[in-house]
C-alpha cells in the first residue's frame, strides 16, 4: 500500500480525556498498556460519518464543471436513492458503476482531479457529516487513539475529508496512473466488503495496534467482517441486516437518522433522492493508503 503526508498524525492523550463506560482500566496501567499496544478507531465514510455517499456528491461537483452528462448524474442520484431508501449498496450498482466510472477517468490527470476533489469536499461534503459520529472520532482522538477513515472512495477524497477532520490518516481506494495520468484500470481491489478486514488487518500488523482494544464504526452489514476484527464493534446508522447482527452480538447501535420513514417516503414519492454514487466505484479503485 502507498503513503502520502507528513509526520505520524497521532494525538497526544490528555490527562484529563473522557473514558467511556467499557473503560475500566486502572489509569496507569492503561497509560502503560497503550505505550505497548496502541489503539485505533476505524470508520466507514458513507451513511457512517457522511450523509449519503462520498461518490455521488463528487459526482455532482463533477457535473457542476461539466464532466458529467446530464444522464449520468440522473443514474447517480437513482442510486444515492436507492442506498439511502434500502439501505443497502447493490452488488449490479457497484459492478456497472465501476467500469463506468473507470471508463470516465481515463487519460484524465491525476493532479487535476485531485485538485478539483479538495475543491468539492469542501463545497459539498463538509456541511453533511454526522455530528453523532464526529463527537465519537473526537472521543477518540481526545484518548489518544489513531483514528482511520477506511472506504471505497477514492484517495482523492478519503485524504481531504480524513485531513479536515484530524484523523491519522485514511485506507482508500485507487486507480492506476502512468505518467501522472489515470489508466481506467485498477491497482489490487476494491476496498469494500471484506476488503476492508483486509486492509485494516494489515494495517493492525504494521503498526502493532492491538485489535481487541481497538473500535470499528459503520453503517452496512457489508462491514460485518471489518467490525468483527476489533474488540469495540459499533453500528452506526445501520441497515436493517446489520442493525439485527449487531442486536444479536451485543454491539453499540447509535442511530442519528431523524424522521427516517418520513425520508423514505418523500424519496420514493419523488423517485430520486442521492445514494450511491455515479461513479460509486470509482471507489472500484484499489486500496490505498494516505496519513500524516
Known amino acids: 500500500m502507498l503513503r502520502k503526508g507528513p ?28 505505550a505497548l499496544f496502541p489503539a485505533a478507531a ?5 451513511n457512517t460519518v457522511l450523509r449519503g455517499a462520498a461518490m455521488f456528491h463528487l459526482a455532482r461537483g463533477l457535473y457542476e464543471r461539466k464532466f458529467f452528462t446530464r444522464t449520468d448524474i440522473a443514474r447517480a442520484a437513482w442510486w444515492q436513492a436507492y442506498f439511502r431508501i434500502a439501505g443497502v449498496e447493490d452488488p449490479d450498482h457497484m459492478l456497472e458503476s465501476r467500469s463506468k466510472a473507470l471508463a470516465f477517468i481515463a487519460d484524465r490527470k491525476a493532479h487535476e482531479l485531485s485538485a478539483l476533489a479538495e475543491i468539492i469536499v469542501d463545497e459539498h461534503m463538509m456541511d453533511k457529516l454526522w455530528p453523532g459520529t464526529l463527537d465519537m472520532a473526537q472521543h477518540h482522538l481526545d484518548s489518544g487513539d489513531e483514528v482511520w477513515l477506511v472506504t471505497a472512495a477514492p484517495i482523492e477524497v478519503a485524504r481531504v475529508i480524513a485531513e479536515r477532520l484530524h484523523f491519522t490518516g485514511a485506507l482508500a481506494s485507487l486507480p492506476e496512473q502512468v505518467d501522472g495520468a489515470y489508466t481506467g484500470l485498477l491497482v489490487g481491489e476494491l476496498l469494500h466488503g471484506p476488503a476492508k478486514a483486509r486492509a485494516v488487518a494489515e494495517l493492525a500488523a504494521e503498526r502493532e495496534l492491538d485489535l481487541e482494544r481497538c473500535a470499528a464504526y459503520s453503517d452496512s452489514h457489508n462491514d460485518v467482517t471489518m467490525l468483527s476484527l476489533v474488540g469495540n464493534p459499533c453500528a452506526v446508522n445501520p441497515d436493517a441486516r446489520l442493525r439485527s447482527y449487531a442486536e444479536a452480538h451485543g454491539w453499540r447501535v447509535r442511530d442519528y437518522r431523524r424522521g427516517r420513514r418520513a425520508a423514505r417516503a418523500v424519496a420514493v414519492a419523488g423517485g430520486i433522492a442521492g445514494g450511491i454514487t455515479a461513479c460509486a466505484a470509482a471507489t472500484s479503485l484499489a486500496r490505498r493508503r494516505w496519513r500524516h
Request: glycine share 6%; charged share 35%; aromatic share 6%.
Open 7 to 34: 509526520g505520524s498524525g497521532r494525538p497526544t492523550r490528555r490527562p484529563d480525556a473522557p473514558r467511556s463506560a467499557a473503560e475500566t482500566v486502572d489509569p496507569a496501567l492503561d497509560s502503560e498498556l497503550r
Open 42 to 46: 476505524f470508520f466507514d465514510l458513507d
